[in-house]
């Protein structure tokens, strides 16, 4: 049964295991939530696994080497090598231009690997959590971005603890220039605020029902005496963080009636991870992360409904399982409520789920020289921040306002400002000859997407899995038809089939390819300006 001859039906509400049936449909709307477009094949791989093995087996991390130096204007690590470990130039303007450039162009070539794994969901995620934006030294960038790929599925205590005093994020929130002398409350503000247990209603002067200002004032008083060293260094291979006593308030604090008022005695440089112990023993720590992630992977509007039955679920999973993170994913993508089919195609895809679903679903890899790849990558990662998603600067300390602006939320990214653009992407990608960079170029690989489907030459089943690709919530069989239309050139449907075999048959004949090559790139280029393509 196709999605469109469904019936909705309520929502489940339940977080049991899953239990229905497993097919093309379920396997789809798994691997559109976490990954950057799946294959074809990916979502058959699923189906033969089976839900717990393809959730498993999502639920890993890939090694991720370091990004490379492409640029001449390095200046200091050979060409080819990486730069994340190399002492900086006397002159760090052109340098540091060169390794932001890789930085970014490093960020999409992970997006591009097509690897089976949720990593790459799940890093986006905590950068829009933390919303650190890149420094003057990338080496503290990429460190930054590496210390959330090793935390992306681990301990939610620790992550917070090594992110406190990470030198990229010491820099962003002011937390190097913290100290006893001069207390700056930027990071201990966020710390709560954004970080851990969230915001609540006002319920007094500098009352936040979860905390206090006066809360926010003695954490900034813990956190003194950190700094950062190595920063644009040209002795030092690295930045780092360093812990300074003497900067450092020795005083006693007690925080408010909100955390029991707990005493955090004086400890040093182990003070800010005694701070963390206490906020952690506040159960709204694990309700306001497991909200995120809901909203993040199941559906941004999260009435009261969901509130009272899903999200004490999983933040219980959270709290019971010393805030790992693990488990609640696991928990989620095995639920009931995951899979009920009124939650497909309720979130609107951002920038790069745009960008990297139209590539990664037509199995679309650059194939130059690295550094023709990355000049490449890097025009992708400056077409995402056009459409709003810069990925190493979200637009404030909450990260893009599509995951926290209500009632919008999703549907910013495809209103009346980018929508136009959307589509002008979708064009160049699809039937414009893809990203062009000195006369190389990138774009929707037409014919191996369309040999990987299931039937190829039925033009029957090519819309059809075009739709099982590209639209969650399917599409009505006047659009299917129109679709259809397009890809035969209206001619009957046999015609499609004489085409695609004499393909077939001269595979390396232009005469032959070029023909199908259109007609899949104006019918995927048509698809992917309907409503139901915007939607995961």
Not at 115 to 121: A, G, L, N, V, W
Not at 153 to 162: A, E, M, R, S, V
Request: one cysteine or more; hydrophobic letters at 40%; a negative charge.
């Amino acid at each position: 049964m196709r999605l469109e001859d469904e019936i909705e039906v309520p929502v489940s509400l339940s977080m049991d295991p899953y239990a229905g049936s497993w097919g093309t449909d379920q396997a789809a709307h798994l691997l559109r939530r976490t990954l950057f477009g799946p294959t074809f094949q990916q979502i058959q791989d699923s189906v033969a696994l089976g839900m717990n093995n393809a959730v498993d087996q999502l639920l890993t991390l890939i090694p991720t080497p370091p990004p490379l130096t492409y640029s001449p204007d390095e200046a200091v690590a050979p060409f080819g090598q990486t730069w994340v470990t190399s002492v900086h130039a006397a002159d760090p303007l052109p340098t540091e231009g060169a390794r932001r450039g890789s930085l970014g162009a490093w960020m999409m070539e992970r997006l591009n690997k097509r690897e089976y794994s949720i990593q790459e969901k799940m890093c986006l995620f905590w950068q829009n959590h933390f919303a650190a934006t890149d420094t003057f030294d990338s080496r503290a960038t990429y460190n930054y971005h590496e210390l959330i790929r090793t935390h992306a599925l681990g301990n939610f205590k620790q992550f917070i603890k090594d992110m406190s005093n990470d030198p990229c994020m010491l820099l962003f929130l002011s937390g190097a220039s913290n100290n006893q002398f001069s207390p700056n409350e930027n990071f201990a503000r966020e710390l709560l605020e954004l970080y851990t247990i969230g915001k609540g209603p006002q319920i007094g002067p500098g009352d936040y029902t979860t905390y206090k200002e006066y809360d926010i004032l003695e954490a900034s008083k813990i956190m003194t005496g950190w700094t950062v060293a190595g920063f644009l260094s040209q002795v030092e291979t690295n930045t780092s963080a360093v812990f300074n006593p003497i900067l450092h308030d020795p005083t006693t604090k007690t925080l408010s009636e909100h955390f029991d008022f707990a005493v955090i005695a004086a400890n040093g440089q182990d003070e800010y991870a005694d701070l963390i112990d206490v906020i952690f023993l506040q159960n709204e720590v694990a309700n306001f992360i497991c909200k995120k992630i809901y909203r993040w992977f199941v559906n941004y509007d999260i009435t009261q409904v969901e509130e009272d039955t899903i999200i004490p679920v999983m933040a219980s999973t959270f709290v019971a399982n010393n805030y790992e993170i693990l488990p609640v994913l696991i928990q989620l993508f095995k639920s009931e409520h995951f899979y009920d089919v009124s939650l497909r195609g309720t979130i609107i895809k951002n920038p790069l789920e745009h960008i990297f679903s139209i590539l990664n679903s037509t199995v679309s890899t650059p194939a130059y020289n690295f550094d023709e790849n990355y000049d490449l990558y890097l025009f992708a990662y400056n077409g995402a921040a056009v459409l709003g998603m810069n990925y190493a600067t979200p637009p404030s300390v909450g990260g893009w306002t599509a995951y926290y602006q209500a009632p919008a939320y999703s549907r910013l990214w495809a209103n009346s400002s980018f929508i136009k653009l959307r589509f002008d992407i979708s064009d160049l990608l699809s039937v414009a000859g893809g990203i062009n960079v000195n006369g190389n170029t990138w774009g929707v690989n037409h014919i191996d997407f369309l040999d990987g489907l299931s039937n190829p030459s039925s033009a029957v089943d090519v819309i059809d899995d075009m739709v099982t690709v590209f639209c969650p919530k399917g599409l009505d069989a006047f659009k299917k038809l129109t679709l259809k239309g397009i890809l035969t050139n209206g001619l009957p449907d046999f015609e499609w089939t004489i085409q695609y075999n004499e393909y077939l048959a001269d595979p390396t004949n232009p005469a032959a390819v070029d023909p199908v090559k259109l007609r899949v790139a104006l019918t995927l280029s048509q698809l992917f300006k309907m409503p139901e393509f915007q939607a995961l």
